[in-house]
């Protein structure tokens, strides 16, 4: 943290002194060197934050050399880099040489050489070089070379630290599995926080070779600072570096030698004393010392046979490799079993032969390994192997390491184990993390990143790429009806039938629920999109055989196409479902293309979602009330509830333009509650008035599906005090067959209450007149299409004759709504209808204009 501030401040300060400092052919005041502080031992900070290391030695030598002050700039290393970028140091320290660095600075000639490999927890294996990253994700410290290294060989995901010793902080806590870190630093830091044998390392990805350097072109300030390091001589740098990398003591004796030699010194005393002891006392310990023997060499068999035993019956296969034969040399049994090698004498046997014999499984494959081992350096890894007798294949983890063994120690001791049912369960746990577990689709992971490579390729060959979201439509009715086992084979077959439309290029994935992505590229034009949505189409037309049955489902499809529509993956998905959206809405089984306009509707709705919240937190919304006449007294009996939204911008705001949105986004609910008590309150004030008027409010399906809907009447009645027999319920026919348990017993519940309910729109659905009946259902109304044209259409005038006389058979009440005329309400009263509302009688109002009506005597059997 302070070094990042000191960084920033110096960047600051320094600013004003760039040109001046930098001028070529100017001998500048002083040299600003920005480095490193997280790199041991060049350059770091002690445990006091004091910054210390080779490099800064170096720079103090060099100083004193050329008589120039050196303002060192220890800090972060993005930020040691931005300050030469922008000029506020002179010098960047600790850097390697690539392409793309060539082209900003100009270099020094090394003076280190650093391996860089990647580091692993010791729990994984499997990680041997680029390839086997591309399933994690990589520790690195921000802006080092490392990154450009991973990313110019199509590694991009990275977890991004300050500095190796967060780094190594994150992989002792498991925060990070596999990381990138030069090797100095990592013993460094690892040792330092004694977690050294928690990791291994691979063979270095590279090796980095440490310079100094400067802006390009500034030649004058290059010379300088070369010209004052070649003032250093050798000796006072190998005393700078000695003191930092340390130094072998000269002239000590091996310890592990000494103690063999005090061993065998020990040794010899004791036999010494033996023999003079066994020479005195020859003659009468001849017959013990036989039997002594005896019983060693028999005790020395026994347990060879038993380390034999061990050697033959573990579960690992185990030979020994002679480095200089290059033969093997002894395998156990399980070796023989595991390669199906028979009789065949282990000498036989070339490495070839036990090997896939495909890079990076080849006998020159292994030789490598074998060197490597063969300098000391254990070796574990995982390899293809084969067996000899059948040719099969199977995955192995091998270890190597160099022994001694008989007295020779030039072996290596090779131990093999069969992880082919690990790495087939790894390979799955792998296939999983990118496919659906249904289906065995492409997931969304996968098939974004196919977009995005398939984007890539049509940037280069002007080739059209097609995102298309499909839904399958009302598939939640399968689920409902015939349960999730068929809604799963649906769901599979039809996967299928999606695969057989696209080609081999194309994807198909699935996104969740019932929905599909696919992603078509290389398309020539537009004309191959249409044919393919077509077919996809098409493809559903035909009959499910599922569990017995034919099952007949619909698609919808939302189709966005790049680079017209987007150019990531989250942007053509999202205009692909907003074209869905609409493909829905224009009464499904069909396709739409996305257009800027839909856009600018998606965000008009959203726009209108938020101003519904807001609109109910601020007061905007309010109740208007429309009378219900009774037909056979033509006075007021009642009102039916409306809502309106009064906002403050656009004035009055008609229902059909945000009851929807406020259905999908749920804000119906809150909203149907405050509703429900306005309603409840004025007509607890017409009957304080002396008005025995009763209120009609709508419910949505959302309300109807709660289990709180009953204790929301509850409340509404409650804070009111209206009596249950002046509220009425209305719902639609299509409510019923919605999450049927539910509403059944939501209703029932309110019925208990006293609470009247009716059937709004009726006619127009899919009623279950069983429901009507095990409800007590206390009035039915008539939908406005058929009283609309109830003179002028012989049918309609039947349709509502035969409702009318239905709900007199069921001791219902028949309500007419959309009355708009005489003529009309003449009709529904010869048609013996209970109650009609409509413009001719009133239109929704101020509840004063009820209350008004409702005091006149019969005010409408008089107009007619």
């Known amino acids: 943290m302070w070094s990042a501030l000191l960084a920033a401040v110096l960047l600051l300060v320094l600013a004003d002194d760039v040109a001046a400092a930098t001028r070529p052919g100017a001998t500048p005041p002083d040299v600003r060197v920005a480095m490193d502080d997280n790199y041991p031992p060049y350059s770091f ?67 280190a050489r650093i391996d860089v490999p990647i580091w692993f927890n010791a729990d994984l294996s499997g990680i041997v070089g680029v390839e086997s990253l591309r399933a994690f994700t990589v520790g690195v410290k921000d802006g080092d070379a490392c990154v450009e290294w991973l990313t110019d060989r199509g590694i991009t995901a990275f977890q991004r630290f300050p500095g190796f010793e967060a780094m190594t902080d994150a992989a002792a806590q498991r925060e990070t599995l596999v990381f990138c870190m030069d090797e100095p630093s990592a013993h460094y830091y690892m040792t330092r926080r004694g977690v050294q044998g928690r990791f291994r390392y691979t063979d270095p990805l590279y090796t980095g070779e440490l310079h100094w350097a400067v802006p390009k072109g500034n030649d004058a300030l290059y010379r300088l600072i070369a010209d004052g390091f070649a003032r250093i001589t050798p000796a006072e740098r190998k005393t700078i570096e000695e003191r930092w990398l340390g130094r072998r003591i000269p002239g000590m004796v091996n310890p592990d030698l000494l103690a063999l030699l005090e061993k065998l010194l020990a040794g010899l005393l004791v036999v010494g004393g033996g023999i003079l002891v066994w020479v ?210 649906l769901l599979r077959a039809v996967a299928e039938r999606l695969k057989a439309v696209v080609r081999d290029t194309d994807t198909v994935s699935r996104g ?124 007021v009996t009642g009102a039916e509830a409306l809502l309106r939204w009064n906002h403050p911008e656009q004035g009055l705001i008609p229902p059909g333009a945000f009851i929807p949105i406020a259905e999908d986004s749920g804000l119906i609910v809150p909203i149907g509650a405050w509703v429900l008590g306005e309603a409840c309150r004025q007509a607890a004030r017409w009957r304080s008035a002396g008005l025995s008027l009763s209120v009609a409010v709508n419910l949505s399906a959302l309300q109807l599906q709660r289990n709180d809907l009953a204790r929301t009447v509850t409340q509404a009645l409650t804070d009111s005090g209206l009596d249950p027999l002046l509220l009425e319920l209305e719902l639609t026919e299509s409510m019923l067959i919605q999450n049927t348990d539910v509403v059944l017993d939501n209703l029932r519940r309110i019925k208990a209450m006293g609470v009247q309910v009716s059937i709004d729109d009726f006619g127009t659905g899919y009623s279950n007149l069983s429901y009507i009946g095990r409800l007590a259902v206390d009035k039915l109304k008539i939908d406005r299409s058929f009283v609309a044209d109830l003179t002028r259409n012989h049918d309609s005038a039947k349709i509502t004759a035969a409702v009318i006389q239905m709900a007199h058979s069921l001791n219902l009440t028949a309500v007419a709504e959309g009355v708009e005329d005489a003529e009309t309400l003449e009709a529904l009263r010869h048609l013996r209808c209970d109650v009609a509302q409509g413009y001719f009688l009133g239109r929704p109002g101020p509840a004063a204009a009820v209350e008004q009506a409702a005091r006149q005597v019969s005010p409408f059997k008089a107009r007619v």
């Not at 303002?71 to 960047?92: F, P, S, Y």
């Not at 390491?401 to 020779?408: E, K, W």
């Not at 017995?548 to 998905?573: K, M, N, R, W």
């Not at 089984?589 to 919240?613: C, I, K, P």
Request: aromatic share 6%; with cysteine; charged share 25%.
């Open 45 to 111: 900070r002690d445990d006091n934050g004091v910054h210390v290391g080779m490099v800064k030695d170096l720079w103090a030598l060099w100083s004193e050399k050329t008589g120039i002050p050196v303002q060192l700039m220890a800090t972060d290393w993005g930020l040691a880099r931005r300050a030469v970028e922008t000029g506020a140091a002179d010098v960047i320290e600790t850097i390697f040489r690539n392409g793309a660095r060539d082209r900003v600075y100009d270099f020094s000639e090394p003076y």
């Open 512 to 635: 969740g629920g019932d929905e599909f992505i696919l992603l078509l590229s290389g398309l020539a034009d537009v004309d191959a999109v249409v044919e393919t949505v077509a077919l996809l189409h098409e493809a559903m037309a035909a009959p499910f055989p599922i569990g017995g049955q034919e099952l007949t489902v619909t698609l919808s499809s939302g189709v966005a196409l790049a680079p017209t529509d987007g150019t990531d993956f989250a942007t053509l998905l999202k205009n692909a479902d907003t074209a869905l959206h609409h493909a829905k809405a224009a009464g499904r089984d069909t396709h739409r293309f996305y257009a800027e306009a839909m856009n600018a509707e998606a965000v008009a709705h959203l726009s209108t979602r938020s101003g519904l919240r807001r609109a109910l937190e601020r007061g905007e919304f309010l109740v208007v009330y429309q009378p219900q006449v009774s037909l056979e007294s033509g006075a």
């Open 280 to 489: 005195v006392l020859l003659r009468r310990q001849v017959d013990a010392k036989t039997r002594s023997l005896r019983a060693a060499v028999d005790a020395l068999t026994a347990s060879e046979e038993r380390v034999r035993t061990i050697f033959d019956n573990v579960n690992d296969a185990i030979f020994i490799h002679d480095l200089d034969s290059g033969a093997i040399i002894e395998v156990n049994r399980r070796m023989a079993e595991m390669y199906g090698i028979g009789d065949t004498p282990p000498a036989e046997i070339d490495v070839a032969m036990i090997s896939a014999n495909v890079p990076p499984y080849t006998r020159d494959d292994a030789a490598a390994w074998i060197r490597k081992a063969a300098s000391g350096e254990p070796q574990l890894f995982e390899w293809q192997a084969r067996r000899v007798d059948d040719g099969t294949l199977f995955w192995a983890e091998v270890s190597m390491r160099r022994a001694t063994l008989g007295g020779n120690d030039r072996r290596i001791l090779v131990v093999v184990r069969d992880i082919t049912e690990r790495k087939a369960a790894q390979e799955r746990m792998e296939f999983l993390s990118r496919h659906d577990t249904l289906t065995l689709l492409p997931n969304r992971l996968l098939v974004q990143d196919r977009t995005e490579q398939a984007l890539a390729r049509s940037e280069r060959n002007g080739r059209l790429v097609a995102l298309i979201a499909c839904g399958l439509d009302r598939f939640k009715t399968v689920n409902d009806s015939l349960g999730h086992a068929v809604g799963d084979a």
